[in-house]
C-alpha cells in the first residue's frame, strides 16, 4: 500500500522543516519476521535509503529496537562510522552519548544483572524441561521466549508459564511482543530514548516507524505539530497513520528521501 493522503501531506509538511530526525523500529517494521531471530534481514534497498537520508544536510536518522546494539549493528549493517544511530535493547543502549546520557538513569545495575542471571537460569530450565520447542533469545539485558512456527496452543502454554515463573522474580518487567514474551531488567524505552536523540538534534519535525506494543511508548511522546507517528500493521495504536507492512515502509521512507532532496529548506533559518 502507498502512503495514504493524510500521511503523504504530512511527509510534505515535516520535510520542510529545518532539522528532521527519522527513526524507524526495525523487526516487523524495516526487517519482514522470521522464525529465527538472527534470520530476519531488512527489506532490500531500505537500509540504502536510510543511508541516503542521513547525508541529506539536517536530516538524522536512527534505528530503534528491542534488539541489543550489537545484534542491531549485525543484522542492520550499518557500521560504526556511519551517520546513523543505532539505539538498542529499548533504549538502554545507544552508539549516540546524548542518548546514553539521557538514559543513564535506566542503566542496567550490578543488582539488575543478577536478577538477569537468576532468571535466565530459571527460564531456560523451564524452557528445556516443560516447553522444548520453544526457543530462548539472550540478550543483553533480557531474555526472549520465541514461540513463532509452533503450535498456538503450545505456543500460549510456554508464553503463560514464563511469564508466571518471570513474576516470581521481582525487578523483572514483562514485555508481550509478537510471538515473543521479552522478560528485562532494563527500565529504559524508546520513547525516552528517542525524544532524547530528538532534544539533541534540534529536531523540529520526528517521524517514527513502528509496529509493536513499546513502539507505543515512541508514539505518545511525538505529539508535535509537525511529527509523523506510523503504525505499520494492525491493532490499536496512539500513531497518527498507518501502513500495512514492510515494503510499504520501504516505499515510503523513499518517498521521505524524494520529498526532502526537493524541499527548499532555508539551511541558515
Ligand atoms: O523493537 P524491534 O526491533 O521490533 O524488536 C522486537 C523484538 O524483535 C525480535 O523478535 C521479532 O522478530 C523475530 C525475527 O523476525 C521473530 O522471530 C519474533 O517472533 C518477533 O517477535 C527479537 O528477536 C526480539 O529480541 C526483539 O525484542
Given at each position: 500500500m502507498?502512503?495514504?493522503?493524510?500521511?503523504?501531506?504530512?511527509?510534505?509538511?515535516?520535510v520542510?522543516?529545518?532539522?528532521?530526525?527519522?527513526?524507524?523500529?526495525?523487526?516487523?517494521?524495516?526487517?519482514?519476521?522470521?522464525?529465527?531471530?538472527?534470520?530476519?534481514?531488512p527489506?532490500?534497498?531500505?537500509?540504502?535509503?536510510?543511508?541516503?537520508l542521513?547525508?541529506?544536510?539536517?536530516?538524522?536518522?536512527a534505528v530503534?529496537?528491542?534488539?541489543?546494539?550489537?545484534?542491531?549493528?549485525?543484522?542492520?549493517?550499518?557500521?560504526?562510522?556511519?551517520p546513523i544511530?543505532?539505539?538498542?535493547?529499548?533504549?538502554?543502549?545507544?552508539?549516540?552519548?546524548?542518548?546514553?546520557?539521557?538514559?543513564?538513569?535506566a542503566?542496567?545495575?550490578?543488582?539488575?544483572?543478577?536478577?538477569?542471571?537468576?532468571?535466565?537460569a530459571?527460564?531456560?530450565?523451564?524452557?528445556?524441561?516443560?516447553?522444548?520447542?520453544?526457543?530462548?533469545?539472550?540478550?543483553?539485558?533480557?531474555?526472549?521466549?520465541?514461540?513463532?512456527?509452533?503450535?498456538?496452543a503450545?505456543?500460549?502454554?510456554?508464553?503463560?508459564?514464563?511469564?508466571?515463573?518471570?513474576?516470581?522474580?521481582?525487578g523483572?518487567?514483562?514485555?508481550?511482543?509478537?510471538?515473543?514474551?521479552?522478560?528485562?531488567?532494563?527500565?529504559?524505552?524508546?520513547?525516552?530514548?528517542?525524544?532524547?536523540?530528538?532534544?539533541?538534534?534540534g529536531?523540529?519535525?520526528r517521524?517514527?516507524?513502528?509496529?509493536?506494543v513499546?513502539?507505543?511508548?515512541?508514539?505518545?511522546?511525538m505529539?508535535?505539530?509537525?511529527d509523523?507517528?506510523?503504525?505499520?500493521?494492525?491493532?490499536?495504536?496512539?500513531?497518527?497513520?498507518?501502513l500495512?507492512?514492510?515494503a510499504?515502509?520501504?516505499?515510503?521512507?523513499?518517498?521521505?528521501?524524494?520529498?526532502?532532496?526537493?524541499?527548499?529548506?532555508?539551511?541558515?533559518?
Open positions: 502507498s502512503a495514504e493522503a493524510p500521511l503523504r501531506a504530512a511527509i510534505e509538511d515535516a520542510e522543516v529545518r532539522s528532521l530526525l527519522v527513526a524507524t523500529d526495525l523487526d516487523g517494521v524495516l526487517a519482514p519476521f522470521a522464525r529465527e531471530p538472527m534470520d530476519a534481514r527489506w532490500p534497498g531500505s537500509i540504502d535509503t536510510l543511508r541516503a542521513a547525508d541529506l544536510p539536517g536530516v538524522h536518522v530503534v529496537s528491542g534488539r541489543d546494539l550489537e545484534t542491531l549493528r549485525t543484522l542492520t549493517g550499518i557500521a560504526p562510522d556511519e544511530v543505532l539505539i538498542g535493547s529499548h533504549g538502554a543502549e545507544s552508539s549516540d552519548p546524548a542518548v546514553r546520557e539521557a538514559m543513564e538513569a542503566a542496567v545495575t550490578p543488582e539488575d544483572e543478577q536478577r538477569l542471571a537468576e532468571l535466565r530459571d527460564i531456560s530450565a523451564l524452557i528445556e524441561e516443560e516447553h522444548p520447542r520453544a526457543s530462548l533469545e539472550h540478550k543483553a539485558a533480557a531474555v526472549v521466549v520465541h514461540v513463532r512456527g509452533i503450535d498456538r503450545e505456543g500460549d502454554a510456554a508464553i503463560a508459564a514464563a511469564r508466571e515463573r518471570a513474576l516470581s522474580h521481582p523483572v518487567k514483562v514485555l508481550k511482543g509478537k510471538s515473543v514474551l521479552e522478560l528485562t531488567v532494563s527500565h529504559a524505552d524508546k520513547g525516552s530514548a528517542v525524544t532524547a536523540l530528538g532534544r539533541a538534534v529536531a523540529g519535525a517521524f517514527y516507524f513502528g509496529d509493536d513499546t513502539d507505543e511508548d515512541a508514539f505518545v511522546r505529539r508535535r505539530t509537525h509523523v507517528t506510523v503504525k505499520v500493521g494492525t491493532g490499536s495504536t496512539a500513531a497518527r497513520h498507518r500495512d507492512d514492510e510499504a515502509v520501504a516505499a515510503c521512507l523513499q518517498t521521505v528521501l524524494r520529498r526532502r532532496r526537493a524541499a527548499e529548506v532555508d539551511e541558515s533559518a
